[in-house]
């Protein structure tokens, strides 16, 4: 089957640490766009971070910037988000997706161009 694989997910106090990963099974994730996503029910799924195919480059949505870090390893078709000083706010399922475009495309933060989805991981930040 062809899909991510979530993990890492839990309960954390504010300001605490989890390290989620996605794992891809079925293919590989060389020269794919990645994208971390969050969602909570009955909102849309909505893009976290970002990281190029091409060169590695990364990209935040403001609310992570400075708190998470998105990072690839290839060798391992593996992804990670390192997320730091974690909120309430952060609380969701996240879920890593592969941008599904052909070609060379630009950074896209919309769920509708990713796939491979996999079941996601809750994260959920209370005290």
């Known amino acids: 089957q062809t899909r991510f694989v979530e993990s890492g997910g839990g309960l954390v106090q504010p300001g605490g640490s989890l390290r989620l990963s996605c794992v891809a099974s079925g293919f590989t994730v060389d020269y794919y766009h990645i994208g971390w996503f969050r969602q909570v029910s009955g909102n849309e799924r909505e893009a976290v971070a970002w990281?190029?195919?091409?060169?590695?480059?990364?990209y935040y949505v403001e609310s992570a910037k400075g708190r998470f870090t998105i990072s690839r390893e290839n060798a391992k078709a593996t992804v990670h988000l390192q997320m730091n000083n974690l909120k309430s706010e952060d609380t969701a399922v996240y879920y890593c997706g592969a941008d599904a475009r052909a070609g060379w495309p630009s950074m896209s933060l919309s769920a509708d161009d990713y796939d491979y989805w996999g079941q996601g991981t809750q994260v959920t930040v209370s005290s």
């Open positions: 990281i190029s195919g091409v060169d590695n480059s990364v």
